[in-house]
């Protein structure tokens, strides 16, 4: 069993930053990719980031690339996202989730990752 807490949203105005903290605890952190996604009301739960088991390959969404970056700390079982340049669109809650049965390719559907947060809202105000 892998458990995820998310943390560091919050509301922020249009061209501010904020970092996303997820803590692991269960198996083995080390192991597997982890990956961000995001759900906004009304739509369908969308990727925003991976990165390997060393942080060697990550990988963005084009509407994130350039202002979003993944990392994670293995030995303190943890993955970030600092977002920079924040816009509107991307108000949304932010889930952490582990890949746990592959290391490569990065993938970025919902059904590869089998465990999940909680979420942690971001709101980006005008």
């Known amino acids: 069993q892998v458990q995820l807490v998310e943390s560091g949203g919050g509301l922020v105005q249009a061209g501010g930053s904020l970092r996303l903290s997820c803590a692991a605890s269960?198996?083995?952190?080390?192991?597997?990719?982890m990956g961000w996604f995001r759900q906004a009301p009304g739509k369908e739960r969308e990727f925003v980031a991976a990165?390997?088991?060393?942080?060697?390959?990550?990988y963005y969404a084009d509407s994130v690339k350039g202002r979003f970056t993944i990392s994670r700390d293995n030995a303190k079982k943890s993955v970030y996202l600092q977002m920079n340049s924040l816009k509107p669109e991307d108000t949304a809650v932010y889930y952490c989730a582990a890949d746990t049965s592959r290391p490569l390719p990065l993938r970025r559907t919902v059904s590869a990752y089998d465990y999940w947060g909680q979420g942690t809202q971001v709101t980006v105000s005008s």
């Open positions: 990165i390997s088991w060393n942080g060697g390959s990550t």
């Open positions: 269960g198996r083995t952190f080390s192991m597997y990719t």
